[in-house]
């Protein structure tokens, strides 16, 4: 698929310093993975299984750059705060439609970063007795990771910076850019100023 020219994003492309992946770019390594993916799980069905919301445009990419045939399922969840999500803790707000046990699942993700959420949710899964679990992320800031995750399928890796984009959002909008790139720092401080001086 093609995508407009960044700058045709005009709202938003002023809230980006610098194009970390283009579109271009993104959609390549996302068929070189759905064809090593497709290659991997030949006869066995697998189901991926994602966290909403951000990974629905690489979910959407992925799937259709696999060509074997294959599932998908989605949970999605909440963090209670920023100190019970450091202990790991997350709140499940939609579960899987189905149950996994002795599937083959590979768990499709946005962006690791410090593995917290990942680590819970792939506890979670692994207690459901799946036939095999494997993780596929698009993007990897492993300079940032607190506890140990085995990526067995990797998109690219991201410097320890705030990028928005392909699914990932700074307050639910970048989004829908279909490239990847460092939110300005200047966006991110005026958010937070507001956020001080606005009533709670
Ligand atoms: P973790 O538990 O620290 O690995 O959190 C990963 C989640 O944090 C991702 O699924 C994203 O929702 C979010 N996240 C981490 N880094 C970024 C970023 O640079 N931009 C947008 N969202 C991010
Ligand atoms: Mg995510």
Redesign the pocket.
């Known amino acids: 698929m093609s995508f407009p020219e960044p700058a045709a994003y005009r709202d938003l492309i002023g809230g980006i310093s610098e194009v970390l992946f283009t579109a271009e770019q993104i959609q390549t390594r996302v068929r070189e993975l759905g064809a090593v993916i497709s290659r991997d799980y030949e006869g066995c069905r697998p189901l991926l299984i994602g ?1 909403l919301k ?2 629905f445009p690489f979910m959407a990419d992925l799937i259709r750059s696999i060509t074997i045939p294959c599932e998908v399922d989605f949970i999605a969840i909440s963090s209670y705060s920023a100190e019970t ?1 450091t202990q790991g803790m997350v709140r499940l707000q939609k579960d899987l439609d189905a149950p996994i046990e002795g599937r083959h699942v590979l768990f499709v ?12 949710v792939l506890r979670s899964l692994r207690s459901r007795e799946p036939a095999t679990l494997h993780v596929c992320a698009m ?1 990897d ?1 492993g300079p ?3 506890v140990r ?1 085995p990526i067995h399928y990797k998109g690219f890796d ?1 410097p320890d ?4 984009g392909y699914g ?3 307050r639910e909008l970048y989004r829908n850019l279909p490239f990847v790139g460092l ?1 300005k720092g200047d966006v991110l401080q005026r958010e937070e100023a507001q956020k001080k001086g606005s009533p709670k």
């Open positions: 966290v951000g990974v999500r993700e946005d962006v690791i970063d410090t593995g917290l959420t990942l680590n819970y993007f800031k940032r990771r607190l995750i991201l910076r705030f990028v928005v990932l959002d700074y939110l």
